[in-house]
């Protein structure tokens, strides 16, 4: 098989200096290609120096994630633009979204951060839009309120991933009906995501994307380890099991569909 990590956080092998090592054993899985996605400004120009230096292999993209969000996003999303020029640009804006599941204890505190949440997430949707690239959206209890802030933006849809899709097939089937897609992780391969996979038999391999999400949400059998690309092939065969699909087909269609989304 030859699968693409169409979601990856590889900044933390890169500082452990185990970054060769883990291009290694995700070659020997079949895993050749990377797109390591961004959070926060601390890790926008890593991930542009590891693009440069691994050109065709690992991709980046680059967004303030919900969770990083603080007073100070308007200056961190104000420098995102100036990532998007050759000659090592992002292929995508992300991830960005509404994460209500990571929110202070406090009811007051908890308001006032996702009115942060909110303000960053359209802001980043409007710049997006003008520049016409994919996005990656991290959604987490905030299916309604994210659908509702991208119906507003009058972003195109059809650019769209819902990264790490957690829901259930009623909510992929309102995304798939915008035009929008969803990826998955190891949080299939866990017996009890039966929701999961049932939202992944809904979107169909038309629009499949595959992810680790790594360092986070190890498939089975490695629950419990830190999570890699390599682990990669453990999600493919499950969802190739769960689509009553060869995998090697589904390892050929979902890579040719990231290839697509971020035109690779």
């Not at 092998?13 to 390591?36: C, N, S, W, Y």
């Not at 804006?93 to 009811?107: A, N, Q, S, T, V």
């Not at 505190?109 to 009115?115: P, R």
């Not at 809904?202 to 992810?211: C, D, N």
Request: glycine share 6%; hydrophobic share 40%.
């Amino acid at each position: 098989m030859e699968l693409i990590d169409s979601h990856c956080h590889l900044k933390s092998f890169k500082d452990k200096g185990e970054l060769e090592p883990m291009l290694a054993r995700a070659a020997a899985a079949g895993v050749q290609h990377f797109i390591t996605v961004g959070t926060s400004p601390a890790d926008w120009v890593p991930y542009r120096e590891m693009h440069a230096a691994y050109a065709g292999k690992i991709d980046y993209t680059v967004g303030v994630h919900p969770c990083y969000v603080d007073a100070d996003w308007e200056a961190a999303v104000s420098q995102i633009s100036t990532f998007f020029m050759p000659p090592h640009a992002p292929v995508a804006f992300g991830e960005i979204g509404l994460d209500y599941f990571h929110l202070p204890k406090d009811p007051v505190q908890a308001g006032e951060t996702i009115l942060l949440q909110e303000a960053a997430f359209r802001q980043q949707l409007m710049l997006a839009s003008e520049l016409d690239c994919p996005v990656i959206i991290h959604s987490r209890e905030a299916f309604a309120e994210s659908m509702q802030l991208i119906d507003e933006s009058g972003i195109d849809w059809r650019r769209i991933v819902y990264h790490c899709f957690t829901y259930g097939a009623e909510e992929i089937a309102q995304i798939n009906q915008r035009g929008g897609r969803a990826s998955f992780t190891g949080i299939t391969t866990y017996k009890s995501a039966n929701k999961v996979r049932e939202a992944l038999r809904q979107q169909g391999i038309e629009r499949l994307m595959l992810e680790t999400d790594c360092p986070y949400l190890t498939p089975e059998p490695h629950r419990g380890k830190p999570n890699e690309p390599a682990y990669l092939t453990h999600i493919a065969e499950r969802c190739a099991q769960a689509l009553a699909m060869e995998a090697p087909e589904l390892a050929a269609r979902s890579s040719q569909n990231t290839r697509d989304f971020f035109k690779l």
